[in-house]
């Protein structure tokens, strides 16, 4: 019998390269989000535009008993929108509206298998102040502290999940991610991420140039490839362990080597001006022992490969929007 299953969330990066993962395997697929994926037609058998901060959508879309549910629908962006301050009221209330409504019209059709994606911002700032060690085991998050409001959010959220799964009876499963990246994501605009911003400037800068880095360059963190993102979330859909659990590697890199990466695989060489700018924690980096532990399986492919299919699809972005 073929498999149901609802992405929330389906029209962004995630979503997007999930929902075509979901068909691959076979599956019958419905997406719902404010818009279509940005860069490529959805796989989705069935989409549905609208808000999920609107209960009445969400109990439109939740109209049968889904087989899975993937919930990743959250109002985000990169640290240029997460750590300025400017966006704490809309992060908080979009996205635990969102999560509120799902999970209400998710108990009542009787869907059990929920998959929720938190983040890596829940792990609390005073274990991430040394670039060299810092600790995010799925253990450290309390006493809590995150680092943004966005982090309160997700830490909220989870524990949202993990009420339903104990009242409800509900298979909740629940992932924090570390920085995903790859082809088909935001690259400009202000919500994009690292690798992405350091591809665009890269790839618009003459051989030799300058380009800019938000503070000195040497806070740490670690970034994880599309395709093995997608690889955690089904083993840990389809396993028996409910998480939390991070999902992301363990190759850690200062800010400074990501762009000497991104440099590399572009064949450029260029100085680096470090000016000020948002940064976040000092130091982040996946712990991957329960991930290892629970799911026997952990991301192995090195960043550089990553970065050399992101970058060469962001440069082909930018010259596709130069005028003929």
Same mark, same amino acid.
């Given at each position: $019998?073929?498999?149901?299953?609802?992405?929330?969330?389906?029209?962004?990066? %995630?979503?997007?390269?999930?929902?075509?993962?979901?068909?691959?395997?076979?599956?019958?697929?419905?997406?719902?989000?404010?818009?279509?994926?940005?860069?490529?037609?959805?796989? #989705?058998?069935?989409?549905?535009?609208?808000?999920?901060?609107?209960?009445?959508?969400?109990?439109?879309?939740?109209?049968?008993?889904?087989?899975?549910?993937?919930?990743? #629908?959250?109002?985000?962006? /990169?640290?240029?929108?997460?750590?300025?301050?400017?966006?704490?009221?809309? +992060?908080?209330?979009?996205?635990?509206?969102?999560? &509120?409504?799902?999970?209400?019209?998710?108990?009542?059709?009787?869907?059990?298998?929920?998959?929720?994606?938190?983040? #890596?911002?829940?792990?609390?700032?005073?274990?991430?102040?040394?670039?060299?060690? *810092?600790?995010?085991?799925?253990?450290?998050?309390?006493?809590?502290?995150?680092?943004?409001?966005?982090?309160?959010?997700? &830490?909220?959220?989870?524990?949202?999940?993990?009420?339903?799964?104990?009242?409800?009876? $509900?298979?909740?499963? +629940?992932?924090?991610?570390?920085? %995903?990246?790859? *082809?088909?994501?935001?690259?400009?605009?202000?919500?994009?991420?690292?690798?992405?911003?350091?591809?665009?400037?890269?790839?618009? #800068?003459?051989?030799?140039?300058?380009?800019?880095?938000?503070?000195?360059?040497?806070?740490?963190?670690?970034? &994880?490839?599309?395709?093995?993102?997608?690889?955690?979330?089904?083993?840990?859909?389809?396993?028996?362990?409910?998480?939390?659990?991070? +999902?992301?590697?363990?190759?850690?890199?200062? +800010?400074?080597?990501?762009?000497?990466?991104?440099?590399?695989?572009?064949?450029?060489?260029?100085?680096?001006?470090?000016? *000020?700018?948002?940064? /976040?924690?000092?130091?982040?980096?996946?712990?991957?022992?329960?991930?290892?532990?629970?799911?026997?399986?952990?991301?192995?492919?090195?960043?550089?490969?990553?970065?050399?299919?992101?970058?060469?699809?962001?440069?082909?972005? %930018?010259?596709?929007?130069?005028?003929?």
């Amino acid at each position: $019998m073929t498999k149901k299953v609802l992405v929330c969330g389906a029209g962004g990066f %995630i979503g997007s390269h999930l929902v075509k993962r979901l068909k691959q395997d076979g599956c019958w697929v419905r997406g719902v989000d404010l818009k279509y994926p940005e860069f490529d037609a959805t796989a #989705a058998d069935d989409f549905v535009i609208g808000d999920l901060r609107d209960p009445n959508l969400c109990r439109y879309v939740v109209d049968m008993k889904f087989d899975e549910v993937y919930q990743l #629908a959250a109002d985000m962006g /990169g640290a240029g929108f997460v750590f300025t301050g400017q966006h704490d009221a809309d +992060i908080m209330h979009n996205s635990a509206l969102i999560n &509120l409504n799902i999970l209400d019209a998710c108990q009542k059709r009787n869907v059990k298998r929920i998959f929720y994606s938190s983040s #890596a911002c829940i792990y609390p700032e005073y274990n991430q102040m040394d670039p060299g060690n *810092p600790q995010c085991s799925e253990d450290s998050a309390y006493p809590a502290n995150p680092d943004s409001d966005y982090g309160w959010e997700k &830490l909220f959220s989870e524990r949202l999940y993990l009420a339903y799964a104990r009242n409800y009876g $509900m298979e909740v499963r +629940i992932a924090r991610f570390h920085n %995903i990246f790859g *082809p088909n994501g935001t690259w400009t605009g202000g919500r994009e991420k690292a690798p992405a911003a350091l591809c665009r400037k890269v790839a618009l #800068a003459t051989d030799g140039g300058v380009i800019d880095i938000w503070g000195d360059g040497l806070q740490t963190r670690s970034f &994880l490839y599309i395709d093995e993102c997608l690889e955690g979330v089904l083993r840990l859909m389809r396993s028996d362990f409910t998480g939390p659990v991070n +999902i992301g590697s363990e190759e850690m890199v200062t +800010i400074n080597q990501l762009a000497e990466y991104v440099m590399q695989v572009a064949g450029k060489t260029m100085q680096l001006q470090h000016i *000020p700018g948002p940064q /976040g924690v000092r130091g982040r980096n996946s712990d991957n022992r329960r991930l290892k532990e629970k799911l026997g399986w952990e991301p192995q492919a090195p960043l550089i490969a990553g970065l050399a299919t992101t970058y060469q699809w962001i440069k082909g972005q %930018i010259e596709a929007q130069k005028p003929c």
